[in-house]
């Protein structure tokens, strides 16, 4: 089958590559000529681990193209994938779809012959309806259900292990009410009937709210497990044991109960505000996501309140080194990282910081260009006066600690993503505070 994925950002590079391994025939469509000149001579613009073999091997099995010129693709395509930005629109936190609208109207002019036309991007509720009504205005020789269809078809990939959410997923909901495009989304996800994946086929809009509903799902359960965190220091209890104590009943689920300083990335950001925003719109807001926003919020900003205090109460002409500045490891995607809000609050105490990210530096050197960077860990942890874990990188959760110990100046280590343990740390002579597991020798015994 052939396919055009319009967008090359994170999702459309990542679902073009993995589509074109299952066999299919893929053109990946951007307005950015710079970025396709890139693709084409082979160099990857995002960090993804495995994404730049999967690239190369599907360009020279000619099954994986790219282009800027979006009509000769569509043309020929059985199916069109919409996988533009939706970024938070400036001002009121809906999602903006003027990328996906105007991408609707490109794709109706070079329609030629039944095409299904795809949403892979994160769009709400009703979006899939417009686009369908664009396409119609736009070409009106073109009718709905012969010559066209929409369908809902939301990614749930994570960064740094994308390419495996997407051949190996727990499900893929596809949302049509046409029979017709049903069959084709069958025959491009064949690869995955063979591994038996679960398919959920639903309405349009039912797809569209999947979506969010997924997303804010995960973002209260991160949030919850975070405040009750925060309750366990207060109350000599182990937040991972409480975690797996939980998570072991099946209805509650083990993953995603990991506490850390708050959410971040490009999507529960944007997501959990735009779906607060569009149940506003419908008069049925969200409470329980509303707060979960906010507490986010408040949380990030409350990791630099939790540093300054581990250093005593003040950071003033302290050193502060920093390991991770990426919402997540496996990634160089700064955005809404929680390091975003801890490094200006601790410039602000007047610390002076000193970071390092195995892959993420470039992007923070642009964002955060008032610090220092690193070259690796151990060069910018030395002679620091407390050293923090913001991100959770493999190559930080073996340090060598005795080196460590003798390179900072004082042996302070704030573990935002509990990746150490505490009494191992504290029998090492370390001064370590972590999140939600309060020293078992420090508590009040009875
Ligand atoms: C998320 C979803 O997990 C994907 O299913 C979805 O497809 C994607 O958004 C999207 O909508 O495109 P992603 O943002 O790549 O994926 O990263 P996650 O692994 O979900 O992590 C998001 C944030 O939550 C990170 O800041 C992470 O550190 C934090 N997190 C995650 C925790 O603090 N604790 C956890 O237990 C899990």
Redo the contacts with the bound molecule.
């Keep these: 089958m052939r396919i055009a994925m319009i967008g090359t950002g994170?999702?459309g590079l990542v679902s073009g590559a993995c589509f074109s391994e299952f066999g299919h025939h893929v053109t990946c469509v951007d307005k950015d000529a710079s970025k396709i000149a890139r693709l084409e001579k082979g160099e990857i613009p995002i960090y993804e681990p495995g994404l730049d073999k999967l690239v190369a091997d599907n360009v020279q099995d000619h099954r994986l193209d790219f282009t800027t010129t979006l009509a000769d693709s569509v043309k020929t395509a059985d199916a069109v994938f919409i996988a533009v930005g939706t970024p938070t629109r400036r001002g009121d936190g809906h999602a903006d779809l003027s990328y996906v609208y105007a991408a609707a109207k490109e794709i109706a002019d070079a329609i030629d012959g039944y095409t299904v036309v795809v949403t892979k991007s994160?769009v709400p509720v009703g979006t899939g309806r417009e686009v369908a009504k664009i396409i119609a205005e736009t070409r009106q020789d073109l009718k709905e259900g012969t010559d066209f269809d929409v369908v809902s078809n939301?990614?749930?990939?994570?960064?740094?292990?994308?390419i495996n959410?997407f051949m190996r997923p727990d499900r893929v909901v596809i949302g049509t009410n046409s029979e017709k495009a049903r069959q084709t989304m069958q025959r491009l996800y064949r690869p995955l009937y063979l591994i038996e994946t679960p398919i959920v086929f639903t309405q349009l809009e039912t797809s569209e709210m999947i979506?969010y509903a997924?997303?804010t799902f995960?973002?209260a359960?991160?949030t919850f497990?975070?405040e009750i965190a925060d309750l366990c220091e207060k109350v000599g209890a182990d937040v991972h044991d409480v975690a797996k104590g939980i998570g072991l009943d099946g209805r509650i689920g083990r993953?995603?109960?990991?506490?850390?300083?708050?959410?971040?990335?490009?999507?529960?950001p944007k997501?959990t505000l735009a779906l607060v925003k569009t149940a506003q719109d419908y008069h049925a807001p969200l409470r329980i996501i509303e707060t979960v926003v906010d507490i986010n919020d408040s949380r990030k900003k409350a990791m630099a309140q939790r540093i300054i205090e581990a250093c005593g109460g003040s950071v003033a002409e302290k050193t502060i080194a920093l390991l991770g500045l990426t919402?997540?490891?496996n990634?160089d995607?700064m955005r809404?990282?929680?390091s975003l809000d801890i490094v200006p609050a601790l410039l602000s105490a007047g610390a002076k910081v000193r970071a390092f990210d195995p892959e993420g530096m470039q992007e923070a050197q642009k964002l955060l260009p008032a610090i220092d960077y690193g070259k690796n860990a151990y060069e910018t942890m030395e002679e620091a006066d407390a050293l923090v874990i913001v991100?959770?990188w493999n190559e930080f959760r073996a340090l060598d600690l005795e080196r460590v110990k003798d390179l900072l100046k004082t042996p302070l280590m704030i573990d935002l993503?509990n990746i150490y343990n505490p009494e191992e740390m504290v029998s090492l002579g370390f001064d370590y505070s972590c999140i939600g597991r309060p020293l078992r020798a420090l508590m009040p015994q009875d």
């Design positions: 994170y999702v994160t939301p990614e749930f990939l994570r960064e740094g292990s994308a959410d979506k997924a997303n995960l973002a359960k991160i497990i975070n993953k995603f109960l990991h506490p850390g300083p708050g959410y971040g990335g490009s999507c529960f997501d919402f997540k490891p990634t995607d809404d990282s929680p991100t959770e993503r």
